[in-house]
């Protein structure tokens, strides 16, 4: 079981807007740590895709977002594309017994 | 270009022992704090241990499933990191990614290596 909870799977046709969300609690994302994004395609590696809540590293498309408010946060991807199909995972710190670094148990994103 | 390449993975029987090491380039690694992060077959990702740098005592953290039985070390002369692993079981079965970690507080897991599959298996 996840520390931080996400929904199992999104869709939307190209060009559309999906949202994934990512919810924690007060030893994580409530205690004031930052969420991160990673985005894996299948057979690869996971990527970091956006951090600091709302980072986006060198390279990455301005259709993706990021917010945190709370205890929660949320991806979002505009204009959505074929090769955003992939898997996509929430990550913070946490305090607790659960482990340092967190994560969410990923969301597949299907590009109908 | 920052790169991560992880190697030593392999089949092992429950109970054995195997060690992964990763080589790494393109940024200045002694001053990295660096993380072991495995994925099981069609799971999701798991922290498994962390290692700062000298200037924070190379203190390290680990899972709690894997603390006693793993052991992560670095070699900043030779730019490598290692994750040695004792006492192996079938749930261990996994994805090995060698991570670079944030430690100027976003605390975010940065670059990742291309993985090496370990297999615990009889």
């Known amino acids: 079981q996840s520390v931080l909870t996400q929904p199992p799977s999104v869709s939307g046709a190209p060009g559309q807007r999906v949202t994934i969300s990512c919810t924690g609690s007060?030893?994580?994302?409530?205690?004031?740590?930052?969420v991160h994004w990673h985005q894996q395609v299948p057979g690869t590696a996971p990527k970091l895709l956006i951090y600091?809540?709302?980072k986006r590293p060198s390279g990455v498309p301005d259709r993706f977002s990021g917010s945190k408010s709370g205890t929660s946060a949320s991806l979002v991807i505009t204009g959505l594309q074929a090769e955003d199909e992939a898997d996509y995972y929430c990550?913070?710190?946490?305090?607790?017994?659960?482990?340092?670094?967190?994560f969410g148990a990923g969301t597949k994103v299907t590009v109908l | 270009e920052v790169q991560l390449v992880e190697s030593g993975g392999g089949w092992v029987e429950p109970g054995g022992s195997l060690r992964l090491s990763c080589a790494n380039s393109?940024?200045?690694?002694?001053?990295?704090?660096m993380s072991w992060v495995r994925q099981a077959p069609g799971k999701g990702l798991e922290w498994v241990a962390l290692?700062?740098?000298?200037?924070?005592?190379?203190?390290?953290d680990y899972a709690a499933p894997v603390k006693g039985r793993f052991t992560i070390s670095r070699d900043d002369s030779k730019n490598k990191l290692y994750l040695q692993m004792n006492s192996l079981r079938t749930e261990d079965t996994a994805i090995y990614y060698c991570?670079?970690?944030?430690?100027?507080?976003?605390?975010?897991?940065?670059?990742w290596g291309q993985g090496a599959l370990v297999t615990v298996s009889s």
């Open positions: 991570v670079t970690v944030d430690s100027s507080g976003y605390y975010s897991l940065d670059y």
């Open positions: 393109g940024f200045t690694f002694s001053n990295a704090w």
């Open positions: 290692i700062k740098t000298k200037t924070y005592g190379g203190a390290t």
């Open positions: 007060s030893s994580n994302i409530g205690a004031g740590y930052d």
């Open positions: 600091g809540n709302n």
């Open positions: 990550q913070s710190y946490d305090t607790s017994l659960s482990g340092f670094y967190v």
